[in-house]
């Protein structure tokens, strides 16, 4: 996934999807093993052996099939293109197991979608990181703000199927529970439709859903992908009562972004999240804006080790993966304290964001089809982060709670993601993780609530 200047009105929401046909998950579903079914992106048939030339070749194939679906400046309806992992034809991942496999990479059409889930669920999510106590007891009164760009007319129905589906309480705005404004908080006067980022608006809305069910959801859309209409959207939601804001969207860094920190995510007792990026190593914006809490992706898979559950940094390919990095302009906030970097430092926390252990979303209006999808991305872990947030209570009123972590950082209270990388980098710990604090996973992944509460 690309990134773009964050004057650019192609600012990227963060989303990646495999969509129906994600190696083995159908298979396994049917056989009774849940939803947490999922192809193992480490996992290759040790019958077939190909060059790393060989599958170097299809990596690149792949993203020529990527560049040619979306162009270098996406058209309306692919607003937020970067985000997607299949709009047409295959993914890196997908070209990748195949020429392993010696067989043909299976296409996945631009409508490819399913009728049931086939990735994670919010048991799953909740199991995998502590949240299940909590998850049904916390979150009331709470709520978390979703901050997107475009309308997505099905918002509200596409919620209510994901909900059902997994048994979670209704949430309408007939009950109070879901809101949908524009940027300037109108409930009538919205933005116009776009299908690119309706996809995006699903995830990010069920992953509040499966990590804090009993909270409310305000989505708050701006009018278009400008980090000064995203930015108005953050102040927007703010302004209407929002504690636990997610940004599933970035792009590169300017000179600007120092402005546009005191203008839009300056909020104390705010928790704002963002997404550190799906394009590997790298520092984007606003992750980098030392007011937020910037969250990466690991690849989630189930163990048998006393937690269930295993992580390591997602990375697919050169240009696939959770990103980090060493910010070229924002400040140090005064709690991170790592040697290496004299400015912000991305990321702080992650969750999972690979969509090869994807999660499950309801989406009837996106662009890349519509039913059930298994989306990652740095999208997904954003707004789980958010709600990890929301489940340990409103943050102290001048608090930057992005400082909460640090303040836990070596417990139990996080799990420590000491493997994998997302790209190659001079000072190790930027892109490799290891013991202790880390770029691609900062300090590693919620264990229950208490790393994000006041303390």
């Not at 560049?67 to 709009?87: F, H, I, M, Q, S």
């Not at 034809?89 to 997908?94: E, H, K, P, S, V």
């Not at 006067?189 to 809305?205: H, R, V, Y």
């Not at 990103?323 to 304290?337: E, F, L, R, V």
Request: net charge negative.
């Amino acid at each position: 996934m690309r990134t773009t200047n964050p004057n650019s009105p192609h600012i990227r929401g963060r989303r990646a999807r495999i969509g129906s046909a994600a190696f083995g998950a159908a298979a396994l579903v049917v056989a009774g093993l849940g939803t947490a079914a999922h192809a193992s992106a480490d996992t290759a048939a040790t019958s077939h052996k190909v060059s790393a030339q060989a599958v170097a070749a299809q990596v690149a194939k792949a993203h020529v099939h990527y560049e040619k679906a979306c162009g270098a400046t996406p058209k309306k309806g692919y607003a937020a293109c970067d985000a997607l992992r299949v709009t047409g034809g295959t993914t890196a991942f997908m070209e990748k197991q195949a020429a392993l496999k010696g067989i043909a990479p299976r296409t996945v059409k631009p409508n490819a979608a399913s009728d049931s889930p086939t990735g994670y669920g919010p048991s799953d999510i909740q199991s995998a990181y502590g949240l299940t106590s909590a998850a049904s007891s916390n979150g009331s009164g709470e709520t978390v703000a979703i901050v997107d760009a475009y309308d997505d007319p099905n918002a509200e129905a596409d919620l209510a199927t994901y909900r059902s589906q997994y048994g979670l309480p209704a949430c309408t705005s007939d009950s109070g529970c879901f809101t949908k404004v524009s940027q300037t908080g109108s409930t009538t006067s919205l933005p116009s439709a776009d299908s690119g980022w309706a996809g995006e608006e699903s995830l990010d809305l069920d992953m509040v859903s499966a990590t804090c069910p009993n909270c409310n959801i305000l989505l708050v859309e701006a009018k278009s992908a400008t980090t000064a209409n995203l930015g108005t959207a953050v102040n927007e939601a703010v302004k209407l009562g929002a504690k636990f804001v997610s940004n599933s969207y970035g792009g590169a860094e300017s000179s600007s972004d120092t402005t546009y920190d005191s203008r839009y995510y300056n909020h104390p007792g705010v928790a704002i999240t963002a997404s550190a990026g799906d394009s590997a190593y790298g520092a984007e914006y606003p992750a980098a804006s030392k007011y937020v809490t910037a969250v990466g992706g690991t690849a989630l898979k189930t163990s048998s080790n006393s937690r269930g559950w295993t992580e390591s940094v997602w990375h697919t390919s050169s240009t696939e993966g959770t990103g980090s990095g060493c910010s070229a302009n924002d400040a140090k906030p005064s709690w991170q304290t790592d040697s290496g970097c004299s400015k912000r430092m991305i990321a702080d926390v992650s969750a999972v964001a690979d969509p090869a252990t994807g999660v499950s979303v309801y989406d009837s209006y996106g662009s890349d089809g519509t039913g059930w999808n298994t989306y990652g991305g740095t999208s997904a872990s954003s707004p789980i982060i958010a709600s990890v947030y929301a489940l340990a209570g409103t943050p102290g009123s001048s608090d930057y709670p992005a400082q909460y972590p640090y303040n836990a950082a070596g417990t139990s209270a996080l799990n420590d993601v000491t493997s994998g990388s997302n790209g190659s980098c001079s000072t190790s710990y930027f892109c490799t993780a290891g013991p202790g604090y880390d770029g691609p996973t900062g300090w590693g992944t919620p264990q229950g609530t208490s790393a994000f509460g006041a303390s």
